[in-house]
């Protein structure tokens, strides 16, 4: 897809940042000769999006359909009098032009001011901006006070990691027949035999704007039919949001309970009393929590599940909006930040553990995780199939961050950070996934690296996934995948398991830049190798998780996927996908 400088939509027409001038206005009435439009970042695209879902949600538009009101793109021009480049912009009732600058009507002048030159009956015509190489030229010469950049980058950064294509010529056969096909489905699901009969069903809590419980979806070998679930709120304001979900029998009577946390609402279990009912409840979990992923096992070893879930949210951000609020209301008697005294839920933490005491409640912990992230997913080892303390890993949003990789440390009863040092840097992650690598604990996640001071003329930008691993030195890095890109893609889907039969974990990553859902093979020698690229499953807009698990008990572990459209996408497909492999 071809893309433009600016991005137009229905509601509001917004420059991407960057893309401003200093030019003056000027006059001229020459036809304009269309040129080639600059490609900005997706950085760029990104926030101009997020700018734009801003906007219409402060001005209470309803979703827009892009494919039924296309709008008319931006392109650059060439003024054949002056021979200057103009940024061809159609009128709309949200722009105007005031003391010489094109605005728009629904943001701050900061976020969208473009240099005005002429108008006619149908456009506007500003400064063109310049192309993004003209524009890291630029910011490349600009040398603070004279000096020279004292920030060097290892060579490692910009390393290139692309697997060799693989001689084994797996095979996958789409079954998806009664899956969702459309919908915002995010951001983490399960694939679990749910009532006993021996295959897997798929679990995901509710997509979003959808509302309801969590679903099941389970096949009879040609298709996928949903099931109804009767899940029973055994406490008050306890619910199911989008989000995420886990399986585990969290009350050992043998059955699986269901277990799920969304966007504004905390962690829940649902337990399971067989026949498809079951009852929820929260069990001292906290309702002030807001996250889309979880997971359970037995982190202190007491014979108890217990539960691991990341914030969605930065804390940090909520509790300054809530101290915000507490200075601007003071009604007498008022509770603006909708606390209440005593309920032991501290603020200012992104991820939190909740063990499992002998009279079925929870315990929350927040020891160790002072520096932890807000993500939007999370896998749990607990215990590790290969061994040794607990851990786990989850997305982290903050770009750079680095405390993604938690083990449990049992002399201190708390968890602490393991990956300084051994993640990514320059990055923020997404998807997650845990399993073994040469035959280790590991864990894996997708991240999306950012470039950073220093790096302007020679940048640093791309995505890929990496591998964390622990032997008997501690904590290792091996990258499967670096891409070195002019602005990363986030693909948050990645799933672990043995798809080959040899025994060893292969990683599947369902890559949004190619389209593909990416299948590489390990080794023996620790190495991969990648599925040939024709035998890979296509889809398209926005992986959010990916399963290997043997679901139709051929003995052959199959693939499912979760993805999602998002406003601005010209699909709206989304939902789950299901490939069987045949080996």
């Keep these: 897809m071809k893309r433009l400088c600016f991005l137009a939509l229905p509601l509001a027409l917004i420059s991407l940042p960057g893309c401003t001038s200093s030019s003056q206005a000027g006059k001229g009435a020459a036809a304009p000769v269309p040129a080639e439009a600059p490609v900005p970042t997706a950085e760029q695209e990104e926030r101009a999006r997020q700018a734009v879902e801003s906007a219409r949600r402060m001005a209470g538009a309803p979703p827009v359909d892009l494919e039924a009101n296309p709008e008319e793109p931006w392109i650059i021009v060439t003024d054949e009098a002056t021979g200057k480049k103009l940024q061809r912009v159609p009128k709309s009732k949200t722009l105007k032009v005031v003391d010489g600058k094109l605005r728009h009507t629904l943001l701050n002048p900061a976020m969208f001011t473009m240099d005005f030159v002429r108008e006619d009956e149908k456009y506007y015509y500003v400064v063109a901006p310049d192309d993004a190489a003209t524009a890291r030229r630029k910011a490349a010469e600009v040398v603070p006070d004279g000096l020279a950049p004292i920030i060097e980058f290892p060579e490692s950064e910009y390393e290139v990691v692309t697997p060799k294509t693989s001689r084994t010529r797996l095979r996958f056969e789409e079954k998806s027949a009664g899956l969702p096909t459309s919908g915002f489905w995010r951001s983490t699901m399960k694939v679990a035999d749910l009532d006993g009969d021996g295959s897997p069903e798929i679990v995901t809590g509710p997509p979003r704007l959808a509302g309801g419980t969590f679903r099941v979806f389970r096949f009879d070998g040609a298709a996928w039919q949903p099931v109804t679930v009767q899940v029973d709120p055994a406490e008050e304001g306890v619910r199911f949001g989008y989000g995420g979900v886990a399986v585990a029998d969290m009350d050992a009577d043998g059955k699986p309970d269901v277990l799920g946390i969304g966007h504004g609402s905390g962690p829940v279990v649902a337990y399971n009393l067989g026949g498809w009912k ?57 509770n603006p930040t909708g606390r ?69 440390d049992a002399p201190a009863k708390a968890f602490r950070s393991v990956g300084r040092g051994v993640v990514e840097n320059y990055s923020f992650h997404s998807g997650t996934a845990v399993g073994t690598y040469r035959g280790f604990p590991a864990a894996f996640a997708s991240y999306v690296k950012g470039n950073a001071p220093g790096a302007v003329a020679r940048p640093i930008r791309g995505h890929g996934v990496s591998i964390y691993y622990r032997d008997r030195d501690g904590w290792k890095a091996r990258r499967l995948v670096k ?84 406003t601005t996408d010209k699909s709206r497909a989304g939902g789950l996908r299901f490939f069987r492999n045949l080996g």
């Design 278 to 334: 079951f009852r929820l409840e929260a069990r001292g979990m906290p309702r002030q929590m807001t996250g889309r992923s979880l997971g359970a096992g037995d982190v202190d070893g007491d014979g108890r599940l217990d539960v691991v879930a990341v914030s969605d949210d930065p804390e940090s951000l909520r509790r300054a909006e809530a101290q915000e609020k507490a200075t601007m209301y003071t009604a007498p008697g008022s």
């Design 340 to 408: 209440t005294e005593g309920e032991g839920y501290r603020e200012g933490f992104d991820m939190r553990a909740f063990f499992q005491k002998p009279d079925g409640r929870f315990e929350e912990s927040t020891a160790g995780f002072e520096m932890a992230c807000f993500g939007y997913s999370m896998s749990l080892a607990a215990p590790p199939l290969a061994g040794g303390p607990p851990f786990f890993v989850s997305g982290c949003r903050y770009q750079g961050g680095r405390a993604l990789l938690y083990e449990w």
């Design 483 to 566: 891409v070195l890109a002019e602005a990363g893609d986030e693909s948050q889907g990645l799933g672990v398991g043995d798809l080959n039969g040899d025994g060893l974990d292969d990683v599947v990553w369902a890559d949004d830049s190619l389209g593909r859902v990416r299948v590489f093979f390990q080794t023996a020698g620790g190495d991969f190798e990648e599925l040939d690229a024709a035998l890979q499953p296509r889809f398209v807009n926005h992986s959010m998780d990916v399963k290997v698990v043997d679901v139709d008990r051929d003995g052959k572990n199959d693939v499912v996927l979760m993805y999602e459209f998002r």
